[in-house]
Nanobody, 119 residues
Framework: VQVVESGGGLVQAGGSLRLSCAAS????????MSWYRQAPGEQRELVAT???????RYADSVKGRFTISRDNTKNTVYLQMNDLDPDDTGVYYC??????????????WGQGTQVTISS
């Protein structure tokens, strides 16, 4: 199972970005799909997560601004980020847990995509 992210970039404060994360390979189903971020000199932190059933959870710092969604037909998870702030700058990582046809659970990290917000 491979995970590829896209959608990062440089935007001004107040702007928006949409990140995508597509999983490929021998996948029976995708369980929890999440986005993490890591700012320079900081630990990686959970930004948003969505269960297979659609339950979502967000970091307090992004509530009301970020929205996680998923398209199970495309094995893809998205992160819509609005009203971006310089404090949102960092490398954003997708994390998924896939299940293959042997009922094995396969956690995977994406390679990361840089998000930079200018003031």
């Amino acid at each position: 199972v491979q995970v590829v992210e896209s959608g990062g970039g440089l935007v001004q404060a107040g702007g928006s970005l949409r990140l995508s994360c597509a999983a490929s390979g021998t996948i029976f189903s995708l369980n929890t799909m999440s986005w993490y971020r890591q700012a320079p000199g900081e630990q990686r932190e959970l930004v948003a997560t969505m269960t297979e059933g659609g339950t979502t959870r967000y970091a307090d710092s992004v509530k009301g601004r970020f929205t996680i969604s998923r398209d199970n037909t495309k094995n893809t998870v998205y992160l819509q980020m609005n009203d971006l702030d310089p404090d949102d700058t960092g490398v954003y990582y997708c994390y998924i847990v896939a299940e293959d046809y042997t009922q094995s659970y396969l956690p995977r990290w994406g390679q990361g995509t840089q998000v930079t917000i200018s003031s």
